[in-house]
């Protein structure tokens, strides 16, 4: 039985949508929880952003949605995408985020092209165009440290979407894809720093303008 329920974080009216590119994720269940790494293609990176992009400390991000790009093994390309709005059953603990993740996987059935796999949890056999081309420029912006500093940039609409490599970076064919589908280059800061935490300085910026403007 599942004891912890999570606390509402109340939704704004703009939607946060973060897409993580696992550049050799695995695409299966195929993975030990006690060996991400090495076994699932730096899968405790991803389940790091799962952390920094779905909680705060007391619940879940409602306004956020989590697309994790999952590029290793024979299913791929296949994006996993969380919901803040429905999901259920995500810890602080990354040891039990990455049970849920494995669980996903598991679920999938052979041939299905999009399913929902868990509370919250959709499985789609998606590319980084398929998923960029949902966000409409100029919302559509690609975490780098030699973009734009963040701080000054207008975020124009009601949602934004950012995208960001694991330890690989993204790869020149990626970024050319997002450039072709209207993203701009934004940096958090000058300091090259990890995924989760790329993740963790968006979400700050935005929570203090949300603040700011009510
Ligand atoms: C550990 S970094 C990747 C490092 C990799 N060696 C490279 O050259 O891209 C992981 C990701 O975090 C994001 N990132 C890291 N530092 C950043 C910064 N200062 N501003 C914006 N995004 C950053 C980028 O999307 C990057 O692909």
Excluded: W
């Amino acid at each position: 039985m599942d004891s912890y329920v999570p606390i509402l974080h109340p939704p704004g009216a703009r939607l946060r949508r973060f897409i993580v590119v696992g550049a050799r994720a695995k695409s299966s269940a195929d993975f030990k929880l006690h060996a991400l790494g090495d076994s699932g293609g730096r899968m405790d990176i991803l389940v790091r952003c799962i952390r920094a992009a779905m909680l705060v400390a007391d619940g879940v991000r409602r306004d956020t949605q989590l697309d994790l790009l999952l590029l290793g093994g024979n299913d791929a390309p296949l994006a996993l995408r969380m919901d803040g709005a429905t999901i259920r059953f995500l810890r602080p603990d990354e040891r039990r985020n990455a049970r849920l993740l494995q669980r996903a996987l598991a679920a999938r059935h052979a041939g299905v092209d999009a399913e929902m796999v868990a509370p919250g949890i959709a499985a789609a056999r998606r590319s980084l165009e398929d998923l960029a081309g949902e966000a409409m420029p100029p919302n559509l912006f690609v975490l780098d440290r030699h973009g734009d500093d963040l701080r000054g940039v207008r975020i124009a609409d009601a949602s934004a979407t950012f995208v960001v490599g694991d330890d690989l970076g993204l790869s020149e064919a990626h970024r050319e894809a997002l450039v072709q589908c209207g993203a701009r280059r934004v940096s958090v800061g000058p300091a090259e720093v990890h995924t989760e935490d790329a993740i963790t300085l968006v979400h700050n910026e935005l929570d203090r303008r949300a603040v700011a403007t009510g």
